[in-house]
């Protein structure tokens, strides 16, 4: 195994083969070091994940493009896993971060069939980010009406269907079982990205404790957890809302 350096600001990942990787990393006292933009975007889940497992992690300064030759598919989020024996694991591409993080810190269910139903809850709140992302987002003169468009054709109708499931589940603010998986987190992160993204002139978001109890019970299961309810109402967080409404051009 060949000890870690650091390179361009950026720690330098072990050469070693995939089992050796994966019995550091089951070390359990690892601290992740965290490489994204000042805004939310692709990299929310990550920080949501690490902010929730109460895990020890730190920011790294973004010097981009300069960094961009430095990192595995010259985009970013990518996570810098540090083990107790100073390994350093490299993990790349936004969606294989954060099931690699699942795994790690539990959020996946107690089980394969479990690890299923988080994935296609995973899948169907993409169903409303996508979108989203696509028509609003990137739609500055069609905004309102964009909106619009998604909170009645799309939204209305996801809402419908993931109260039923929630219901299915015991109302109890989980998804899959009694405890937080992935995809209570990512479901948080809709409503708080849907709320904060909202086009001035837009009809209401159709999200309350009223109109959509079982997910607003969610909401407020994830953002009640102590790590998480932490990092929610820090200046960082703060920071990374102020940034994301500026790239967007959201007032």
């Not at 730190?58 to 961009?68: G, H």
């Not at 694991?89 to 690699?100: D, N, V």
């Not at 993204?197 to 109890?213: D, R, Y």
């Not at 994830?222 to 967080?237: E, G, I, L, Q, T």
């Amino acid at each position: 195994m060949t000890a870690s350096t650091t390179i361009a600001s950026l720690p330098t990942p072990t050469q070693a083969d995939s089992e050796t990787l994966s019995r550091a990393a089951q070390s359990g006292d690892s601290t992740f070091k965290y490489l994204y933009f000042g805004l939310h975007g692709r990299g929310e889940l990550t920080r949501r994940i690490l902010a929730f497992a109460g895990a020890k992690w730190e920011e790294l300064p973004v010097d981009w493009p300069s960094q961009k030759e430095s990192v595995p598919f010259k985009v970013l989020p990518v996570v810098y896993e540090v083990t107790s024996d100073g390994t350093v694991i490299e993990l790349a591409e936004s969606q294989a971060i954060e099931r690699y993080l699942a795994q790690k810190f539990n959020l996946y269910g107690k089980n394969v069939y479990e690890h299923h139903k988080v994935e296609q809850y995973l899948s169907s709140i993409d169903g409303v980010l996508i979108p989203f992302g696509t028509k609003v987002l990137n739609s500055a003169e069609n905004r309102v009406e964009e909106a619009n468009k998604i909170y009645s054709n799309i939204l209305d109708k996801f809402i419908a269907i993931h109260e039923e499931h929630l219901k299915k589940n015991g109302s109890n603010g989980h998804y899959v079982g009694n405890t937080t998986t992935l995809a209570d987190l990512k479901l948080a992160l809709l409503v708080d990205r849907l709320f904060l993204l909202k086009p001035k002139g837009a009809n209401e978001v159709p999200l309350s404790a009223e109109k959509s109890p079982n997910i607003w019970k969610v909401y407020e299961t994830v953002n009640s957890a102590p790590h998480f309810a932490a990092w929610r109402n820090s200046d960082k967080y703060r920071e990374l809302d102020d940034g994301t409404k500026k790239l967007f051009k959201f007032d």
